[in-house]
């Protein structure tokens, strides 16, 4: 499956794209461990740099984990998001490119981002998304 078949059911995330991009840390969640207010959190949302989507039976809004370091939101996602969504990929469609096996990163385009492969990764995303 890629990621052009995933995306929302019943705004809802496909529950195969749910589960490849857990866990998952909901707005509560994440303002206790960014030590923050709720609307500090939903800010960072509002403003991309982070993405987040309605995620389990109570379709709950949630941030993968993985879009967090110790210090925060990755500084390298909020770019990766722009360059995707400039070439018209959805929200979803962005997360389950992140998550998805890609052969050319040698693993996930968020673990490549993780490990500090960036500009290895802003290639690619310029390459799907135009």
Known sequence: MTYGTLG???????????????PWLTVPDLAERL?????????????????????????????????????????????????????????AEIIGWLFQEAPLTGGSAIAALRAGRR????RLAMETAW
Not at 42 to 48: C, G, K, M, N, V
Not at 64 to 88: I, N, Q, R, W, Y
Not at 119 to 122: G, K, L, P, Q, S
């Open 35 to 91: 030590g923050v207010r709720l609307a500090d959190v939903r800010r960072l949302i509002e403003d991309r740099e982070l993405l987040a989507a309605r995620v389990g039976d109570r379709a709950v809004l949630a941030v993968p984990s993985a879009f967090l370091d110790e210090e925060g939101p990755l500084a390298a996602l909020k770019g990766t998001f722009t360059v995707l969504a400039d070439g018209g990929m959805k929200d």
């Open 119 to 122: 500009a290895e990764v802003r």
């Open 8 to 22: 929302l059911v019943n705004d809802r995330l496909d529950p195969v794209l749910e589960d490849r991009a857990g």
